[in-house]
């Protein structure tokens, strides 16, 4: 069974940062992995994917300010998070799609909130 679960969210300050995780279990391949958001009210978001042959894109709402990367022994991406914004706060959801027309997985989100 394949699980994706999230850590690190949290409240910050305008300007801070956060680093998020996604630890995946049950799987060992992806087609694409990546990070996305939902706010009260908006639809979500995705902020950035890693494909398999190893690009990665951001959203223009996050780039140059946020920064996915993957520790392959630990089976975990991770989703720096810098220069934030009120406009930030949102849930954040981990995703991965195992194949080209494989499933798509979700982590449970982990809540992150920038506020004064």
């Known amino acids: 069974q394949v699980q994706l679960v999230e850590s690190g969210g949290g409240l910050v300050e305008p300007g801070g940062s956060l680093r998020l995780s996604c630890a995946a279990s049950?799987?060992?391949?992806?087609?694409?992995w990546g990070w996305s958001r939902q706010a009260p009210g908006k639809q979500r978001e995705r902020l950035a994917t890693?494909?398999?042959?190893?690009?990665?894109n951001y959203a223009d709402s996050v780039k140059g300010r946020f920064t996915l990367s993957r520790d392959n022994a630990k089976n975990t991406v991770f989703l720096q998070m810098n220069s934030l914004e009120t406009e930030d706060t949102a849930v954040y959801y981990c995703?991965?799609?195992?194949?080209?027309?494989?499933?798509?997985?979700w982590g449970q989100g982990t809540q992150v909130i920038v506020s004064t």
């Open positions: 995703y991965l799609r195992s194949g080209v027309f494989g499933s798509d997985y």
């Open positions: 049950g799987i060992d391949t992806f087609f694409l």
């Open positions: 890693l494909s398999s042959g190893g690009n990665i």
